[in-house]
Nanobody
Framework: QVQLVESGGGLVQPGGSLRLSCVAS????????MRWYRQAPGKERELVAV???????NYGDSVKGRFTISRDNAKNTVYLQMNSLKAEDTAVYYC??????????WGQGTQVTVSS
């Protein structure tokens, strides 16, 4: 299994940027697909970005062109670079790991608030 610890959330003005980090404690990070989700008040959980073990990326329509997911296998870390932030990006952001074999895991979530 994988344990995940997220950081990097906070308060930012519209148009600003944040970078979220998610550090995995397990030893199978390099063979895991990593995902970022978010959930805003009163809304369903939304898939934000995905990166596979070989670096293939996909994004939700609402963040394409603004967000970038990346990973550093040597550091067991996945990142979410968020640019041109909007008020609608305000949510709790969660990290999720899906190993090729065995159970995955979830982070505790980190709050991102976009407001002037």
């Amino acid at each position: 299994q994988v344990q995940l610890v997220e950081s990097g959330g906070g308060l930012v003005q519209p148009g600003g940027s944040l970078r979220l980090s998610c550090v995995a404690s397990g030893s199978i990070f390099s063979i895991s697909t990593m995902r970022w989700y978010r959930q805003a008040p009163g809304k369903e959980r939304e898939l934000v970005a995905v990166i596979t073990s070989v670096g293939r990326r996909n994004y939700g329509d609402s963040v394409k062109g603004r967000f970038t997911i990346s990973r550093d296998n040597a550091k067991n870390t996945v990142y979410l670079q968020m640019n041109s932030l909007k008020a609608e990006d305000t949510a709790v952001y969660y990290c999720n790991a899906i190993p090729t074999y065995g159970p995955g895991g979830w982070g505790q979530g980190t709050q991102v608030t976009v407001s002037s």
